[in-house]
């Protein structure tokens, strides 16, 4: 079963708008990643969150972590059409090697 | 892709026949994983390597076999295509496989089950 679902499943925003989407997960995590992929290509690793930080920045992207709320979201600021893609939000159980990953947000960027 | 290559990047087959699908990596790292992307699902973990001939299942491991042979080379092999596999696959590597890590994704492949 998938650990963390992305919300909304799909978002389209005019470029220079912000993004935002949602991750909820169900068990608890050390640490959580979000992952980037490109139509028809493989995923990008853009951020991690550790369980004990409440937000993280990286050039336009902001992650928040509620770990009491079990919910993690990602900011994207200032849109660009290359951020067309789908994101991914992956939690680790708890600091094994695995990754579970969730279904996904697909957004797009209109110029 | 980090140095790595995944073949074949489209695969068309039966059902019943074999299929073995190659993850090649240059950057030597000691974990390789195999994930299917399916609608509605994301990606699931099939299986994972930690080391030559060091392989262990993954959530959606039925129905699939890896072998280890080389550090470089991680080969998922359905024993019996069935439609229900018609997926895109990615292979991933990482160095030493903690939850705080960055996995690297392959390009993919595409395989068509029919």
């Keep these: 079963s998938q650990q963390g679902e992305e919300d909304p499943q799909a978002l389209s925003i005019q470029e220079g708008e912000n993004a935002t989407m949602n991750c909820s997960y ?29 937000e993280k920045h990286s050039g336009r992207l902001r992650v928040t972590l509620d770990t ?10 200032a849109s660009r059409a290359a951020d067309t893609a789908s994101y991914f939000c992956a939690t680790d159980g708890g600091g094994n090697e695995k990754l579970t990953f969730g279904t996904g947000t697909r957004l797009t960027i209109i110029p | 892709d980090a140095g790595i290559t995944q073949s074949p990047r489209h695969k068309v087959t039966e059902t019943g026949t ?12 000691r974990y ?15 299986h994972y390597s930690y080391g030559v001939k060091d392989t262990d299942k993954g959530e ?31 292979c991933a590597i ?21």
């Design chain 1, 26 to 54: 169900k068990t608890s995590i050390n640490n959580l990643q979000w992952y980037r992929q490109n139509s028809g290509r493989g995923l990008v690793h853009l951020i991690l969150i550790r369980s004990n930080e409440r």
């Design chain 2, 94 to 114: 990482s160095e030493s496989g903690q939850g705080a890590e960055t996995q690297y994704f392959g390009p993919g492949t595409r395989l068509l089950v029919l």
């Design chain 2, 18 to 29: 074999p299929v073995t699908l190659r993850c090649h990596q240059t950057e030597n790292h």
């Design chain 2, 32 to 46: 390789m994983y195999w994930y299917r992307q399916d609608p509605g699902h994301g990606l699931r973990l099939i």
């Design chain 1, 68 to 77: 009491s709320k079990k919910s993690s979201s990602l900011l994207i600021t």
């Design chain 2, 60 to 90: 959606v491991s039925d129905g699939y076999s890896v072998s280890r042979s080389k550090t470089e080379d991680f080969l998922l092999t359905l024993e019996s295509a069935t439609s229900s596999q018609t997926s895109v696959y990615f």
